[in-house]
Nanobody
Framework: QVRLVESGGGLVQAGGSLRLSCAAS????????MGWFRQAPGKEREFVAT????????LYADSVKGRFTISRDNAKNTVFLQMDNLNTEDTAVYFC?????????????????WGQGMQVTVSS
């Protein structure tokens, strides 16, 4: 079992920045690929970013590429999502997720453990 707890969400103006954190406990954190997903009201959960178990490989959704940066600190069992130049379309509940046997790394079905979710609201 892996328990994931997100923090760092909140309200920010368009053009601003937020840094999300996701702290993991339980099984070896460094065994897992980590991902961030988000879900806006009335929409399906969508992929945002993912990072490999060793931090050497990252992938981003086209909508956040160049604005968001995913990173991890395996010594602290934490994954981060730095979000810059936010816009109102980034408003959503953000989830972190952990998965071991992932293939595309962009599908939510490939992840085994999920955090409870955290609201990010970007005002215009």
């Amino acid at each position: 079992q892996v328990r994931l707890v997100e923090s760092g969400g909140g309200l920010v103006q368009a053009g601003g920045s937020l840094r999300l954190s996701c702290a993991a406990s339980g099984r070896a954190f460094s065994d897992y690929h980590m991902g961030w997903f988000r879900q806006a009201p009335g929409k399906e959960r969508e992929f945002v970013a993912t990072i490999s178990w060793n931090g050497r490989s990252t992938l981003y959704a086209d909508s956040v590429k160049g604005r968001f940066t995913i990173s991890r600190d395996n010594a602290k069992n934490t994954v981060f999502l730095q979000m810059d130049n936010l816009n109102t379309e980034d408003t959503a509940v953000y989830f972190c997720a952990a998965g071991r046997n992932v293939y595309t790394r962009k599908s939510s079905r490939e992840y085994d453990y999920w955090g409870q979710g955290m609201q990010v609201t970007v005002s215009s």
